[in-house]
T-cell receptor
């Protein structure tokens, strides 16, 4: 039973355009959500997070949106750059317990 | 400052041997986590510690897997009598605290291959 799902294995975007990566979850106990970026041969790098008391969090070119009623979150990257090409993982956790549950990842390719 | 480090980065072992994977968390981080990641998948939780106390080991697949963090800093994940299905990337992460809104920082991982 996969509690966190990223249904798009890959996404291809032109440089300068918006990239939208999506994530769905099923466990209503999750109240903290994170996005990680991973380059080949490296560990996942923390990108941005959001708690369930918010519906949006912005950090530079990266914005995460949370729709609690739909149990859906998305990561927007604007404008996309070739250096953003990586695998993006969505993670979810609860403030009362430590572990994170991750989706399968989405490979983002930004073309120059 | 230094990030999470793991050693060895690569480990090839024969089926039936025991292996020990080491994780050195970010200095001052209270919580330490172990995950396993199969190719094309996200990290899957194994176990985590607050200081030296193992808080949750619900993700350990069976009793061949064990972990310790005796002094609340470095941790070792041990796999006894390895099997081919244990082959995976093993990742360690640390965070300032185990509860609340704290991001986890990952190490580079140990690629384990069981032949």
């Amino acid at each position: 039973d996969q509690q966190v799902k990223q249904n798009s294995p890959s996404l291809s975007v032109q440089e300068g355009r918006i990239s939208i990566l999506n994530c769905d979850y099923t466990n209503s106990m999750f109240d903290y959500f994170l996005w990680y970026k991973k380059y080949p041969a490296e560990g996942p790098t923390f990108l941005i997070s959001i708690s369930s008391i918010k519906d949006k969090n912005e950090d530079g070119r990266f914005t995460v949106f949370l729709n609690k009623s739909a149990k859906h979150l998305s990561l927007h990257i604007v404008p996309s750059q070739p250096g953003d090409s990586a695998v993006y993982f969505c993670g979810a956790g609860g403030t009362s317990y430590g572990k994170l549950t991750f989706g399968q990842g989405t490979i983002l390719t930004v073309h120059p | 400052g230094a990030g999470v480090s793991q050693s060895p980065r690569y480990k090839v072992t024969k089926r039936g041997q025991d292996v020990a994977l080491r994780c050195d968390p970010i200095s001052g981080h209270v919580s330490l986590y172990w995950y396993r990641q199969a190719l094309g998948q996200g990290p899957e939780f194994l176990t985590y510690f607050n200081y030296e106390a193992q808080q949750d080991k619900s993700g350990l697949p069976n009793d061949r897997f064990s972990a310790e963090r005796p002094e609340g800093s470095i941790s070792t994940l041990t796999i006894q009598r390895t099997e081919q299905r244990d082959s995976a990337m093993y990742r360690c992460a640390s965070s300032l605290a185990g509860t609340g809104y704290h991001e986890q920082y990952f190490g580079p991982g140990t690629r384990l291959t069981v032949t």
